[in-house]
């Protein structure tokens, strides 16, 4: 059975830092697609950031662009988020997603797997 696993989020003042993980288990996923969305409420899941494994090439939404960094974990298959500078806006529920093929990489219906989500809260 196929399971992404997200931690690591929590509460945070404006300016501090957070790092997401995400487990991967039931398969390889070392030729996917792994990326990171958020859903605030209210508001639909967004794109975040995502990474393609083999070549460890990395996209970012630009709300997020040199303040976060994607990449793999030491543990095989896993993922995580470095989160640097975090604003207010930044408060959602953050999802681990994977895909294999290697387009439409920013689309939350173009990923076969999910997470079940982490809460980031970002207040003074």
């Known amino acids: 059975q196929v399971q992404l696993v997200e931690s690591g989020g929590g509460l945070v003042q404006p300016g501090g830092s957070l790092r997401l993980s995400c487990a991967a288990s039931?398969?390889?996923?070392?030729?996917?697609?792994m990326a990171w969305f958020r859903q605030a409420p209210g508001k639909e899941r967004e794109f975040v950031a995502a990474?393609?494994?083999?070549?460890?090439?990395?996209s970012y939404a630009d709300s997020v662009k040199d303040r976060f960094t994607i990449g793999r974990g030491n543990a095989q298959d896993s993922l995580y988020l470095q989160m640097n500078s975090l604003k207010p806006d930044d408060t959602a529920v953050y999802y681990c997603?994977?895909?294999?093929?290697?387009?439409?990489?920013?689309?939350?219906?173009?990923?076969?797997?999910w997470g079940q989500g982490t809460q980031v809260t970002v207040s003074s």
């Open positions: 039931g398969r390889s996923f070392s030729n996917d697609v």
């Open positions: 990474i393609i494994r083999t070549t460890r090439i990395a």
């Open positions: 997603a994977a895909k294999k093929v290697i387009a439409t990489i920013t689309t939350p219906k173009a990923y076969d797997y």
